[in-house]
């Protein structure tokens, strides 16, 4: 079958979402739209169990805890299920909205019923796959008081790649003693950490016995003649520790402890799906979210109700409209309202000239964003076309012509439009608005893979371009972020301009 578009719109519903939900779903995550056009794919297949998500609970209505205690009162734990970092949530955090649940499909049919005016947004983990046991429960562990002297505050690091195991992270000079206090490993589904329904935990007695029994068998294998093995990660050590000698306020003035590193908490964040690791792509707002509240939650289970967190969160990524919009940065800004916490962001691991492109279209004009796209790409590659106007919501219509020349038809807000080769969707461009990413006017267009996995479903390399039309009697500025394998030698962004009356 010939290359050919398919457009149609939200209102007709899609799966998994009908269109009876659609009342209840008024901030549609363009992702999920993407992700169930192409049955998700280019993230590992269709999900098995359970899914997690981030919400936002509406304005007024239920907070976190009271939600969580709704779904135990219902009995909806074989369809939705919430941790105790929400259910059951230090003092500091029980007016919180923000919070995360594992879901199956089936919750989605409880979108227009029993779930109906509770959600202000949610977003799916794309790129990650749930383990969780929806049987936990809550069992206290224990935890060692701070020593004295250290003030009240501990550095909580997060991140893909932490090793406890690491110099660095020493309570001595022998290594015989980490400062992390506790550790919770989002990877291990085998024994999941108590009230968190996945992963496993470490506290900070074990992590000591684990040092030692260590150092003894690489001093044997040293005393053998072989190579000794030290622990290590990425850039988390320097960064982890450059956070854990921050002095907090009590320890400004103590010239005594001045130098002395604070405790730490550890969470070696979820990895993404093989096939979107080398991709910048969506962030996994769940993972991240339930990261920062075990830090936090942990913290005052160490330190007591004053203590705070110095979180630092290395999950950047060029995705978000960045504004402070997006629902992870809502979530962490109201955890650091609280005053229980702060949260510190990468900034400079992506070459901007690869990845963002801007350009402004004056009224009843059109222009266009040259997005070159290599070929080899394992992964898919993504982009996010965020718009606003200088007079109130923009009126702008999309058209997507592929290398090949077989251009859609101009898709306007609320059009959904799919790129089909043999049945297979290429290209797929959400439309929709305002969605559940942020506050702005968002177009999403997903690209498969172009390499080659089975059968002829890939993009095709090349010069894809991305046409605006601006139908509002006001400029248009539209700011672009592509997300592509990110291990490849990328072509910067052309942003190509053109005035043209928007009738012709």
Not at 252 to 270: E, F, N, S, W, Y
Not at 317 to 324: E, L, N
């Amino acid at each position: 079958m010939s290359p050919h578009w398919e457009i149609g719109t939200a209102s007709e519903g899609f799966e998994p979402i009908a269109p009876r939900a659609l009342a209840s779903v008024v901030r549609i995550d363009p992702y999920i739209v993407w992700a169930s056009a192409t049955h998700y794919r280019d993230l590992g297949g269709m999900p098995r169990g359970r899914v997690p998500i981030a919400i936002e609970m509406k304005q007024g209505g239920d907070t976190a805890q009271q939600f969580a205690q709704t779904i135990e009162r219902n009995g909806w734990q074989h369809w939705i299920w919430m941790s105790a970092l929400y259910g059951d949530p230090p003092a500091a955090l029980e007016a919180t909205r923000f919070c995360t649940a594992h879901v199956t499909r089936e919750f989605y049919a409880h979108l227009h019923s029993d779930l109906a005016g509770k959600f202000e947004r949610f977003t799916e983990a794309l790129v990650i796959t749930s383990h969780v046991d929806a049987r936990a429960d809550r069992v206290p562990s224990t935890h060692a008081p701070m020593r004295e002297g250290l003030g009240n505050a501990i550095v909580g690091v997060c991140d893909e790649d932490i090793a406890f195991t690491h110099a660095r992270f020493s309570e001595d000079a022998a290594g015989s003693r980490t400062r992390f206090q506790c550790f919770w490993n989002q990877n291990d589904a085998a024994e999941p950490a108590a009230g968190l329904g996945y992963g496993s935990e470490l506290l900070k007695h074990q992590m000591d016995a684990m040092l030692n029994d260590a150092r003894l068998h690489a001093e044997t294998a040293h005393a053998a003649g072989g190579a000794r093995v030290y622990g290590f990660a990425h850039d988390g050590p320097a960064a982890a520790e450059l956070a854990s000698r921050y002095p907090s306020r009590a320890l400004r003035d103590a010239d005594a402890v001045r130098d002395t590193p604070l405790p730490m908490i550890g969470v070696q964040l979820k990895r993404r799906c093989r096939t979107m690791r080398d991709a910048l792509g969506p962030c996994p707002d769940a993972e991240v979210l339930d990261a920062v509240r075990y830090v936090v939650q942990r913290a005052q289970d160490i330190g007591g109700a004053a203590c705070h967190a110095l979180v630092s969160l290395n999950a950047g990524h060029v995705a978000w409209q960045q504004d402070g919009s997006s629902l992870i940065e809502g979530a962490l800004d109201e955890l650091m309202d609280t005053g229980a916490c702060s949260v510190v962001l990468p900034s400079g691991n992506a070459d901007l000239s690869h990845c963002r492109g801007a350009l402004k279209i004056a009224e009843r004009a059109e222009s266009a964003l040259r997005w070159p796209v290599r070929a080899h790409y394992a992964s898919p590659s993504l982009a996010e076309i965020w718009c606003s106007g200088d007079a109130g919501a923009p009126a702008v219509d999309v058209q997507i012509v592929p290398p090949d020349g077989v251009a859609s038809a101009w898709l306007t807000l609320g059009d959904i439009g799919t790129y089909t080769r043999g049945g297979d969707a290429i290209c797929t461009v959400v439309h929709l608005g305002r969605g559940a990413r942020g506050d702005g006017h968002m177009i999403l267009v997903a690209l498969a893979p172009t390499a080659a996995r089975g059968g002829m479903r890939r993009a095709a390399a090349g010069e894809w371009l991305i046409r605006l039309r601006n139908n509002a009697r006001a400029t248009l500025t539209a700011y672009a972020w592509m997300q592509c394998d990110e291990s490849s030698d990328e072509t910067p962004l052309v942003v190509q301009s053109h005035s043209r009356d928007g009738g012709n």
